[in-house]
């Protein structure tokens, strides 16, 4: 495998996965609906839009390892 290809532009800027996913959350009636938010399917960091998340500026979440050893 040659480690020279360079990396797909579409990919979180933190662990370089390529999908994200949108936050569900309750609305204001108690329905379940999608967020503006985005979730990276990798390390699951929620971003504002898909440019902090291709970027990693606007994270909108505190980071998944924070609390861990």
Not at 3 to 19: E, G, K
Not at 40 to 68: H, I, L, M, N, Y
């Amino acid at each position: 495998m040659n480690s020279d290809l360079p990396h797909p532009a579409n990919r979180c800027h933190f662990c370089a996965a390529t999908s994200y996913h949108h936050l569900i959350a309750r609305d204001p009636a108690g329905v379940m609906r999608p967020t503006t938010t985005l979730v990276c399917d990798g390390c699951g960091r929620q971003f504002d839009d898909k440019d902090a998340w291709r970027g990693g500026a606007g994270v909108t979440g505190t980071s998944p390892e924070t609390g861990k050893p």
